[in-house]
């Protein structure tokens, strides 16, 4: 059974940054395209960066283009997601996912990690 944990969130101030890290266990790393997704309180879930197993295909929501980078390392099994120039508009629960195929902008994903909050003061 595949599992994704994330880590690294966390309060930080207006234009600092932080770097989430989400393991998957439990399948071969390699082979998914892996998401990243964030929830605001009281608003939808919404697409924030994807990125194919080849790192060939990487899309961004315009939202946080120039600001965030998405990478993986797969021998680590890890998918990361640096966050800079952070704004409390992007303060939300932040959750990686992962599935088979090419990577979509939308929660059309097989296996979700339990989130990780960022929280960013002004």
């Known amino acids: 059974q595949v599992q994704l944990v994330e880590s690294g969130g966390g309060l930080v101030q207006a234009g600092g940054s932080l770097r989430l890290s989400c393991a998957l266990s439990?399948?071969?790393?390699?082979?998914?395209?892996m998401g990243w997704f964030r929830q605001a309180p009281g608003k939808e879930r919404e697409f924030v960066a994807a990125?194919?197993?080849?790192?060939?295909?990487?899309y961004y929501t315009n939202s946080v283009k120039g600001r965030f980078t998405i990478s993986r390392d797969n021998a680590k099994n890890t998918v990361y997601l640096q966050m800079n120039s952070l704004k409390p508009e992007d303060t939300a629960v932040y959750y990686c996912?992962?599935?088979?195929?090419?990577?979509?902008?939308?929660?059309?994903?097989?296996?979700w990690g339990q989130g990780t909050q960022v929280s960013v003061s002004s």
């Open positions: 990125i194919s197993w080849t790192v060939s295909n990487i």
């Open positions: 439990g399948g071969t790393f390699s082979t998914y395209s």
């Open positions: 996912a992962a599935r088979l195929g090419l990577p979509r902008q939308r929660d059309e994903y097989d296996y």
